[in-house]
């Protein structure tokens, strides 16, 4: 393998032998040649190849009993894999499930000791270490009891505090993050980040959307065992959204176009094409649906379909800071209406009236929109908002006879989420074109 790889994984699957009864585990060990069989075999993994360079962080994803779990277990090499191989280079350090790697007889500080020399570590390296890992773990003085008497989130303290100290080549860390708490979670993804801007590599298992995104290189789809495609997180992510939130009649249609979308992107590859099918990296995340929408009661017009696309008109919620994109929607018209203007607000989760825009200044509206018709609203903007989650108001208003009201008006008519951005310079809500500049003077007193 070459020096520049620190995982391969060539062709592995893995089968679990099921037994319908508890009884016929028991026949097949008694008679494992009679020619019969007590079992069905079920592939949790199925021909699954995939590298690791050195030095590159790697996101697992998939929906649950998709094979992430078994995948690592059998990369940390505690789990055979039924055909193919994993070569691993450098020290691997693991965090898998809860449970795996603690005697829970044994005190906090046992653990530590046996965990680290599992890991390679000799006992002086370990008593310079203790104090850094019980710091990080922050357990006070559980360190001193046996680890059965831990919650979950001590338990993830403790082992996650043994894995990021021993200063592992390769960290491998199985969702376990999700368990402690939001203090926590933020300490160890800082520490993630230092980790790997040493130049460790990490293979993680999240959920988490977000953390993939910020945090990994790359990213790779799991699912039913087979490994779906790879990539940029961003594609990644957006491709097990499509696959988490598709209806179950269309989820084969869902995989068959993922599969063929990566197919496709290798022949490119492999072509010299260097074609890039996402954008910008914004994409379509069909599980963030306003909770909150309220609707006016319509007086003639009705706002439809509100939504936001890039400038290449791909329907998109979940944004890149500092690009371009149109908020749009269609409003149709059951009564003639006349100085028709239309608008839009960006609110934040608080309530807070951010951004917005009207298609025209008072009394320069449409003059006169005729019953039947429908129109086309577009507002192009740049999205200069920072990271996090924001709601879109969509309105028309027309001119009666006591001045211009609401001919119809949604509130929080879309959600949409700006994506984590570590470059940002900005703060706040909004970025309002900062360009910062720093030098330094002559010394005080040249
Ligand atoms: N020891 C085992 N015996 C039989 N089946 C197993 C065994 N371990 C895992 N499986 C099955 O293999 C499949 C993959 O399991 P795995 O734990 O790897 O999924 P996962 O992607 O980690 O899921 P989750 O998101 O829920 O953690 C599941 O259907 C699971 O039931
Ligand atoms: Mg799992």
């Given at each position: 393998m070459s020096s520049e790889l620190a995982i391969r994984v060539e062709g592995v699957s893995k089968a679990f032998a099921i037994y319908d009864k508890p009884h016929h585990r028991l026949l097949q060990q008694l008679f494992p040649n009679s020619g019969r069989s007590w079992h069905r075999e079920f592939h949790a993994l199925r021909d699954v190849s995939f590298e690791v360079r050195r030095g590159e962080t790697v996101g697992i994803v998939g929906r649950?009993?998709?094979?992430?779990?078994?995948?690592?277990?059998?990369?940390?090499?505690?789990?055979?894999?039924?055909?193919?191989q994993v070569q691993v280079q450098g020290r691997i350090a693991a965090l898998l499930e809860l449970g795996a790697g603690f005697n829970p007889e044994f005190s906090g500080r046992e653990n530590v000791y046996l965990n680290a020399t599992v890991l390679g570590l000799q006992r002086s390296e370990i008593d310079a270490r203790f104090d850094a890992i019980a710091s990080f773990a922050d357990i006070g003085e559980f360190m001193e009891q046996p680890v059965k008497s831990y919650s979950s989130g001590m338990y993830v303290r403790l082992a996650f505090a043994v894995a990021i100290n021993v200063t592992p080549d390769i960290l491998v860390?199985?969702?376990?993050?999700?368990?402690?708490?939001?203090?926590?979670?933020?300490?160890?993804?800082?520490?993630?980040?230092?980790?790997?801007?040493?130049?460790?590599?990490?293979?993680?298992?999240?959920?988490?959307?977000?953390?993939?995104?910020?945090?990994?290189?790359?990213?790779?789809?799991?699912?039913?065992?087979?490994?779906?495609?790879?990539?940029?997180?961003?594609h990644v992510v957006s491709r097990y959204h499509k696959l988490l939130y598709a209806p179950a009649q269309r989820v084969d249609e869902v995989r068959a176009r993922i599969r063929a979308d990566?197919?496709?992107?290798?022949?490119?590859?492999?072509?010299?094409?260097?074609?890039?099918?996402?954008?910008?990296?914004?994409?379509?995340?069909?599980?963030?649906?306003?909770?909150?929408?309220?609707?006016?009661?319509?007086?003639?017009?009705?706002?439809?379909?509100?939504?936001?696309?890039?400038?290449?008109?791909?329907?998109?919620?979940?944004?890149?800071?500092?690009?371009?994109?149109?908020y749009r929607y269609r409003v149709r018209f059951d009564a003639a209406a006349a100085g028709v203007r239309c608008g839009m607000l960006f609110r934040t989760t608080t309530g807070l009236e951010l951004a917005g825009g009207v298609s025209a200044a008072v009394g320069n509206g449409i003059d006169v929109v005729e019953a039947g018709s429908e129109l086309a609203v577009h507002f192009?903007?740049?999205?200069?908002?920072?990271?996090?989650?924001?709601?879109?108001?969509?309105?028309?208003?027309?001119?009666?006879?006591?001045?211009?009201?609401?001919?119809d008006r949604r509130i929080d008519a879309i959600m949409f989420r700006v994506m984590p951005d570590p470059d940002r310079l900005a703060t706040g809500l909004v970025d309002i074109g900062i360009r910062p500049s720093v030098s330094i003077e002559a010394a005080a007193g040249v």
């Amino acid at each position: 393998m070459s020096s520049e790889l620190a995982i391969r994984v060539e062709g592995v699957s893995k089968a679990f032998a099921i037994y319908d009864k508890p009884h016929h585990r028991l026949l097949q060990q008694l008679f494992p040649n009679s020619g019969r069989s007590w079992h069905r075999e079920f592939h949790a993994l199925r021909d699954v190849s995939f590298e690791v360079r050195r030095g590159e962080t790697v996101g697992i994803v998939g929906r649950n009993g998709s094979g992430k779990s078994t995948l690592l277990q059998i990369i940390c090499g505690t789990l055979t894999p039924s055909a193919g191989q994993v070569q691993v280079q450098g020290r691997i350090a693991a965090l898998l499930e809860l449970g795996a790697g603690f005697n829970p007889e044994f005190s906090g500080r046992e653990n530590v000791y046996l965990n680290a020399t599992v890991l390679g570590l000799q006992r002086s390296e370990i008593d310079a270490r203790f104090d850094a890992i019980a710091s990080f773990a922050d357990i006070g003085e559980f360190m001193e009891q046996p680890v059965k008497s831990y919650s979950s989130g001590m338990y993830v303290r403790l082992a996650f505090a043994v894995a990021i100290n021993v200063t592992p080549d390769i960290l491998v860390v199985d969702e376990a993050l999700a368990v402690g708490d939001e203090a926590f979670q933020r300490k160890c993804h800082a520490r993630l980040e230092r980790l790997r801007n040493d130049g460790a590599t990490i293979l993680f298992v999240s959920h988490s959307a977000g953390m993939v995104i910020e945090l990994c290189n790359r990213a790779v789809l799991l699912d039913r065992g087979e490994l779906l495609t790879q990539g940029t997180p961003r594609h990644v992510v957006s491709r097990y959204h499509k696959l988490l939130y598709a209806p179950a009649q269309r989820v084969d249609e869902v995989r068959a176009r993922i599969r063929a979308d990566a197919d496709n992107a290798a022949a490119a590859a492999a072509g010299g094409d260097a074609s890039d099918t996402v954008s910008d990296g914004a994409y379509f995340d069909p599980g963030l649906v306003s909770q909150s929408t309220l609707r006016y009661p319509s007086l003639g017009a009705h706002i439809d379909d509100p939504r936001i696309e890039t400038a290449g008109g791909q329907r998109v919620n979940v944004l890149r800071g500092g690009n371009d994109y149109v908020y749009r929607y269609r409003v149709r018209f059951d009564a003639a209406a006349a100085g028709v203007r239309c608008g839009m607000l960006f609110r934040t989760t608080t309530g807070l009236e951010l951004a917005g825009g009207v298609s025209a200044a008072v009394g320069n509206g449409i003059d006169v929109v005729e019953a039947g018709s429908e129109l086309a609203v577009h507002f192009a903007f740049r999205c200069q908002l920072a990271p996090g989650t924001y709601f879109a108001n969509a309105g028309v208003l027309g001119l009666s006879g006591e001045g211009e009201q609401y001919l119809d008006r949604r509130i929080d008519a879309i959600m949409f989420r700006v994506m984590p951005d570590p470059d940002r310079l900005a703060t706040g809500l909004v970025d309002i074109g900062i360009r910062p500049s720093v030098s330094i003077e002559a010394a005080a007193g040249v």
